[in-house]
Nanobody, 117 residues
Framework: QVQLVESGGGLVQAGGSLRLSCAAS????????MGWYRQAPGKQRELVAA?????NTNYADSVKGRFTIWRTNRMMSLQMDNLKPEDTAVYYC?????????????WGQGTQVTVSS
């Protein structure tokens, strides 16, 4: 009923940049918040950045000043600058939304980001 499609992952050298995008589609009444999570091998999934309906943003300390999140309607993007090897992970789009009569949480398929030193 709801689909989150991610794009923009890839391989980049330390200090480089990538831009991730997530397109939400389907039966969506409203979006409460969207965000990006990441999971590195052997580690738990963690919140990278999030944005609420009113435009407030929240960043992990490790990416503050380097990453920027924004959303325009059903398209969310994450600009990633000055990438570091520790940023290497699978990045997942997340949406907290209302569909039909209920609040729901949906996840994208994930996109690999690899930063080489």
């Amino acid at each position: 009923q709801v689909q989150l499609v991610e794009s923009g992952g890839g391989l980049v050298q330390a200090g480089g940049s990538l831009r991730l995008s997530c397109a939400a589609s389907g039966s969506i009444f409203s979006i409460n918040a969207m965000g990006w999570y990441r999971q590195a091998p052997g580690k738990q999934r963690e919140l990278v950045a999030a944005i609420t309906r009113d435009g407030n943003t929240n960043y992990a300390d490790s990416v503050k000043g380097r990453f920027t999140i924004w959303r325009t309607n059903r398209m969310m993007s994450l600009q990633m600058d000055n990438l570091k090897p520790e940023d290497t992970a699978v990045y997942y789009c997340n949406a907290d939304l209302r569909s039909g009569l209920t609040n729901q949480v949906w996840w994208g398929q994930g996109t690999q980001v690899t930063v080489s030193s």
